[in-house]
């Protein structure tokens, strides 16, 4: 699979793990492409807890069950409707979940680039997880980024220390299949729009 092809099939995975175990070797190199991943000042800001124990993975979706039952209760009419069908997590499917932290101290205290822009060692920890999206997709595997969480139960439940942030959990697994149209398209929550709009000459445009 190409570079190209990788960015084209890659999915918010949900319903498809198939909960088979991710060979160690295939881990290996989906963690290292994800620690390649280019950082501000070489900081190298991330840390990945790898969660295979059933009492944590349930406990953690209980949590996003519930954060999700929160968020269902904001919404009214179509969208309320259209959220119902959505699944947004397929954290005890996969087996395997892929906490991503983002360390400021990483690196010492003076970060080459990060004065003026305070979030850019956050920007690198989002690098390192595309890496590893884009290379679990060409190895076959599944990603889904589970969003609906708040960062204190994580940070408490994978035993983060206070300075770092949790940035994300990522299910990572087998899966059967991944589907030729994103689970968001395809119940109807959004489309994805055309690259035109996005683009502007030398200034932006309204």
Known sequence: MDLYEAIGRRRDTRAE???????????ARVLSAAHAAPSVG???PWD????RSPET?????AHVLAEREVFAASLAGERATTFS?????G???AGLGVVVGYDPTRGGSQILGRHAIADAGLYSVCLAIENLWLSATAEGL???WVSLYREEFLRELVGLPAHVRPVAWLCLGPVAD????PDLERYGWRSRSPLAPYVHQERYRH
């Open 57 to 61: 993975l349930s406990a953690f979706r």
């Open 85 to 89: 069908r959505i699944k947004v997590e």
């Open 17 to 27: 793990f198939t909960g088979e175990p991710v060979p160690d070797d295939v881990l």
């Open 48 to 51: 990945f807890v790898l969660v």
């Open 42 to 44: 070489m900081s190298q």
């Open 91 to 93: 954290i005890c499917e």
């Open 178 to 181: 991944l589907p030729d149209v």
């Open 142 to 144: 599944g990603v889904g």
